[in-house]
């Protein structure tokens, strides 16, 4: 059968399906959380792709980026105003552009260089799947350490497809995601042209091969929701203390120094005299550092003797001319043990990158971002007693590297600090839970999530939640949290698995035009 790259939609209704695009798919995440909108989503941008122009395709691709962005970062609005967060989502929706004029160019071109049979569609919806993994993979990683928020699998941490995390890893996740919504679609497409080349008295027996056609997406789809859990095997626990102070944390608030840090002591009064093996304070934990302040080191001290563990806290610290955003290692009678400095500060808030630049064109903007910390080049475990503890701060958390090398660094439990009180009660803390709770069925490890003004939980390695704080409350959780050293597949295989679909999906597209043009010669 011929196969044209016929538009399913016209511009018009193309350009309509994009921008609803958006909103669907940030449906599928927290808070919202309705998982199968996610699906929808994709589809509603592969349909509006399919048979655009190259200038249609950019037009489709960056309104569907930015409907999705503008809906679903909203809360970043909240730091420094609208101004910035419209400069990120414009920003990523034209990485979503060139994301799916690629798409648009596979529909185009693919059927031309190997042909429009049933296997070389399916083949095709393989390459469309790899090259949406491959816009998520550059977007997350580039300009100045990129923007990994919003990938389609972080959707999934309460879904049936929930237990692909610790085989696949996210860009795995995100990348079957795609591939089952693209087989759906080109099983319709491969039907419905079937159909309408019939003689009318032969199409009532169309719905076989209809049947048979969909058979492969459904079968797969099938095999992903019933993939079995990955076994982690527990190996003792760490009775840790996670304090939420519930201090006036955001950047902006009104406070006198040292609010922070007496906020964090009251609230960590419940935890003594109650046998821990740890106390974890949040990113923001203290605004007054104990490595150059006596009283908060004594405060320090004073915490972990009662205690009787030592404390992992936030705190900024500034050493030989430079200022990092760091984690501590505190330990009675010894004081700091080790630091972990913040490997990827946020760009435009944490520091400002080729400030002198962007000031040209919002100066009063720009200089409100104060703080300029440093990237940290230290490891992100600390040695806890003889336990490895991996550490990561904030958005580290959606940074797949810096996860995977802590448990290559020998991580038995993950403690992910935060301070979201910049984002109110907005839809980033529950993302940023989600996130988590992904990283625990990824990595096989639980996963300690303490924010300053929440949403705090405690996370098994099989992405139950064993405890949480409520919102804006200043609560301690107090639990034996589960250690391994399990290896999942994710960590083996996860980031090789994105560049091998991302690499395929790229070269198919290359050896298309180049085919493409050999028989136009």
């Known amino acids: 059968m011929p196969h044209k790259p016929v538009a399913v939609l016209p511009l018009w209704a193309a350009v309509v399906t994009a921008l609803a695009s958006g909103p669907v798919l940030d449906a599928g995440f927290p808070d919202k959380n309705i998982w199968p909108m996610t699906f929808v989503g994709i589809a509603l941008v592969l349909v509006a792709a399919r048979g655009r122009s190259v200038g249609g395709s950019l037009l489709v691709g960056f309104l569907a980026g930015a409907a999705f962005y503008f809906t679903h970062i909203q809360w970043a609005s909240l730091f420094l105003g609208p101004v ?4 990120l989502s414009i920003l990523e929706a034209m990485f979503f552009a060139v994301g799916t004029l690629a798409i648009t160019l596979a529909y185009r071109w693919l059927p031309r260089a190997f042909g429009a049979g049933w296997g070389s569609t399916m083949g095709l919806a393989f390459v469309v799947a790899g090259l949406w993994t491959a816009r998520e993979a550059w ?3 580039w300009p100045y350490g990129g923007f990994a928020w919003g990938r389609v699998a972080l959707s999934q941490s309460e879904s049936p497809l929930a237990e692909l995390f ?3 890893g996210i860009s795995g996740v995100s990348f079957v995601m795609v591939l089952v919504v693209a087989l759906l679609l080109a099983a319709v497409e491969y039907s419905w042209a079937h159909y ?4 009318l008295d032969e199409r009532s027996q169309h719905v076989s091969r209809a049947l048979r056609t969909a058979f492969v997406p459904v079968a797969i789809l099938t095999l992903l929701i019933n993939a079995p859990a990955w076994t982690v095997v527990t190996d003792g626990s760490l009775r840790v203390g996670a304090v939420q102070g519930n201090g006036k944390a955001a950047y902006f ?4 120094r040292g609010d922070l840090l007496t906020a964090q002591l009251e609230a960590t009064e419940p935890l003594y005299g109650e046998d821990l093996d740890l106390v974890v304070w949040p990113e923001g934990g203290t605004d007054v550092s104990p490595l150059s302040n006596s009283y908060a080191a004594s405060a320090f001290d004073y915490v972990t003797e009662q205690a009787g563990a030592p404390l992992i806290s936030g705190d900024i610290t500034e050493r030989d001319g430079k200022l990092y955003n760091s984690q501590l290692l505190w330990m009675e009678g010894d004081g700091v043990v080790d630091i972990y400095d913040k490997r990827h500060p946020v760009p435009f808030g944490e520091y400002v990158p080729n400030r002198e630049f962007w000031a ?5 903007l720009i200089g409100l971002i104060g703080r300029e910390y440093t990237p940290g080049t230290t490891d992100m475990v600390f040695d806890v007693n003889g336990v490895t503890v991996g550490v990561n701060i904030c958005f580290d958390i959606v940074d797949d590297q810096i996860l995977t090398e802590s448990i290559e660094q020998g991580a038995q439990v993950i403690i992910a600090s935060s301070n979201n009180a910049d984002f109110g009660r907005t839809d980033e803390s529950a993302q940023q839970l989600a996130t988590a709770r992904i990283r625990a069925l990824e990595l096989g490890r639980s996963v300690v999530n303490i924010s300053t003004v929440g949403l705090s939980a405690i996370i098994a390695p099989d992405g139950t939640t064993i405890t ?3 919102w804006y409350t200043a609560a301690a959780m107090i639990e034996d949290v589960p250690l391994s050293s399990t290896i999942t597949p994710a960590v083996v295989w996860g980031r090789e698995l994105e560049w091998l679909v991302s690499a395929i999906g790229l070269g198919a597209l290359i050896v298309a035009v180049l085919a493409a043009r050999r028989k136009n010669v």
């Open 84 to 87: 910035p967060m419209s400069a």
């Open 139 to 141: 977007a997350s990683v």
């Open 166 to 168: 610790a085989w696949l």
């Open 196 to 199: 309408r080349e019939l003689p």
């Open 253 to 256: 608030d009104k406070r006198d």
């Open 360 to 364: 040209q064109f919002a100066p009063d």
């Open 468 to 470: 949480e704080l409520p």
